[in-house]
C-alpha cells in the first residue's frame, strides 16, 4: 500500500459523522432513545438495524414496526431532535480535521460533504465547529435518494459537486458498507478508525485503500 499524498487528488469527498465529527455514539442511540420516548420498548439490535438506513427508510421502519400510525416526516422529526440538542452544543470534531482541512485549502484541493445525517444538522454541527467554509457543499442520503450501503449516487453527486473525476476525488469513511460501495464505484477510498464501527480493521482494509486511525496519518 503507497503512501497517502493528499496532492495526488483533485478533490475529496468526506462522510460527516464518525470521519469529521465524533458524533457517532449519538446515532448509535437514536432509534431506541426515539422510541423509548413514546413509551415503548425496543427491541434487541434496534439500533445496529437502522445503521445502514438513510433517516427515511428509518422513520418508515420505525413506523411500520412500533405500529406508531405516524407521518413519516414526524417520525423524522422526532429522531432528528434526539440528535440535534447534542449537535448544537457538545459533539466535536476527530482527531486533526482542522489541520487536514487547512492543508487541503493550502493545496487547492475541493471538499464537499456526502452523509446519511439530514442537511440542517450538518450545517448545524458544521458552522458551530467552525469547518463549513472548507466545503463545496453537501449531498445527504436523502437528497440522493438511496442509501451507501446500496448505492454510489451520493457519492457521484458530491464529486459531480467538485468538477473532479472519480479517479482524482478521493473519499474518506468510517463505515464499512459505506467504504465497500465508494471502492466497488472506482473511487480512491480512505478510511478512518471509529471506536464505534462495527468492522474489524483487517475487513475494512480488504476495500480501502488506506486505513488509519486519525487524519494525523495522512498527513
Same mark, same amino acid.
Given at each position: 500500500m503507497k503512501k497517502f499524498n493528499i496532492t495526488d487528488f483533485d478533490g475529496a469527498v468526506f462522510d460527516m459523522d464518525g470521519t469529521l465529527v465524533d458524533s457517532m455514539r449519538i446515532w448509535q442511540s437514536m432509534g431506541s432513545s426515539y422510541i423509548r420516548s413514546k413509551g415503548l420498548t425496543p427491541e434487541p439490535n434496534l439500533d445496529r438495524t437502522l445503521y445502514p438506513?438513510?433517516?427515511?427508510d428509518a422513520a418508515d421502519y420505525l413506523n411500520t414496526r412500533y405500529n406508531l400510525g405516524m407521518k413519516r416526516e414526524d417520525v423524522i422529526a422526532g429522531c432528528n431532535a434526539v440528535v440535534e440538542?447534542?449537535? /448544537? =452544543?457538545?459533539?466535536?470534531l476527530k482527531p486533526a480535521v482542522?489541520?487536514?482541512?487547512?492543508?487541503?485549502?493550502?493545496?487547492?484541493?475541493?471538499?464537499?460533504?456526502?452523509?446519511?445525517?439530514?442537511?440542517?444538522?450538518?450545517?448545524?454541527?458544521l458552522e458551530r465547529l467552525k469547518?463549513?467554509?472548507?466545503?463545496?457543499?453537501i449531498v445527504t442520503s436523502t437528497e440522493a435518494g438511496s442509501a451507501k450501503a446500496d448505492s454510489p449516487v451520493i457519492f457521484h453527486k458530491a464529486r459531480e459537486l467538485l468538477g473532479t473525476s472519480i479517479e482524482k476525488t478521493v473519499v474518506f469513511e468510517d463505515a464499512f458498507f459505506?467504504? /465497500? =460501495?465508494?471502492?466497488?464505484?472506482g473511487y480512491p477510498?480512505?478510511?478512518l478508525h471509529d471506536e464505534t464501527a462495527q468492522c474489524p480493521p483487517e475487513k475494512m482494509k480488504e476495500y480501502c485503500d488506506w486505513y488509519a486511525e486519525s487524519f494525523r496519518?495522512?498527513?
Open positions: 438506513l438513510t433517516i427515511i440538542e447534542k449537535y /448544537r =452544543t457538545t459533539v466535536g482542522p489541520e487536514f482541512l487547512k492543508m487541503m485549502e493550502k493545496h487547492g484541493i475541493k471538499a464537499s460533504i456526502a452523509t446519511a445525517t439530514d442537511r440542517h444538522l450538518v450545517e448545524i454541527v469547518i463549513d467554509r472548507f466545503f463545496t457543499g459505506a467504504v /465497500r =460501495t465508494a471502492k466497488q464505484a477510498v480512505a478510511a496519518e495522512y498527513m
